[in-house]
């Protein structure tokens, strides 16, 4: 499901992203989190703990640090229901002025696809983009239940806008 040679296809490391993402639907959002130096280290170690995810109600097992080629589970928990979200960290940006990682879906999650969160700098300020690819993953039931499942991806992504600027906001 990544770019050529491994490369992911949301490409965490490029400020502007000029993946097309054939076959899926595209989906870009950039948000303020604050400003300063304190702003930037605090979201940029929170987002390579998983921060925006757990922040935003998920659970993440193994709960460590995110490394390229980690294989965590991710657990939703929609209606107190837990629903097992098996993913691949394909590529991990680690810069002074950008921090974030890709991750693809792996059989068993409910899409086929893959995400990026990336924490960065434009001058003062401090920005989260989250990027992603979503189709219909190929087995039932969740081929079957895709257009709902769009409805639930709709909430987290906006719970994952708000994850990072509520607490990094002065």
């Keep these: 499901m990544t770019g050529a ?11 502007v992203w000029r993946e097309e993402g054939r076959g899926f639907r595209r989906w870009q959002k950039t ?5 300063g130096d304190d702003v930037w280290r605090w979201a940029a170690a929170e987002v390579l703990r998983w921060g925006v995810k757990t922040r935003s109600g998920f659970s ?8 390229q080629g980690s294989r965590p589970i991710i ?8 629903v097992r979200e098996p993913v691949e960290v394909v590529e991990v940006i680690d810069t002074s002025d950008r921090v974030g ?18 924490v ?8 989260l ?8 993953a190929s087995g039932l039931p969740w081929r079957a239940l895709y257009p709902a499942l769009l409805v639930a991806q ?8 708000r994850a990072l600027r509520r607490r990094a906001s002065p």
């Design 129 to 136: 983009t989250i990027r992603s690819l979503t189709r219909p």
């Design 154 to 161: 709709s909430v987290a992504r906006r719970r994952y806008v």
């Design 101 to 118: 990682f890709a991750y693809r879906t792996l059989a068993g999650h409910p899409v086929s696809g893959e995400e990026a969160f990336v």
């Design 5 to 15: 040679e491994g490369e992911s296809l949301t490409h965490p490391g490029d400020p």
């Design 60 to 67: 993440v097992t193994p709960a460590t640090v995110v490394t």
């Design 75 to 82: 657990l939703a928990h929609p209606f107190g229901l837990s």
């Design 120 to 127: 960065h700098r434009d001058g003062d300020l401090v920005l």
């Design 31 to 35: 948000t303020v989190l604050g400003r």
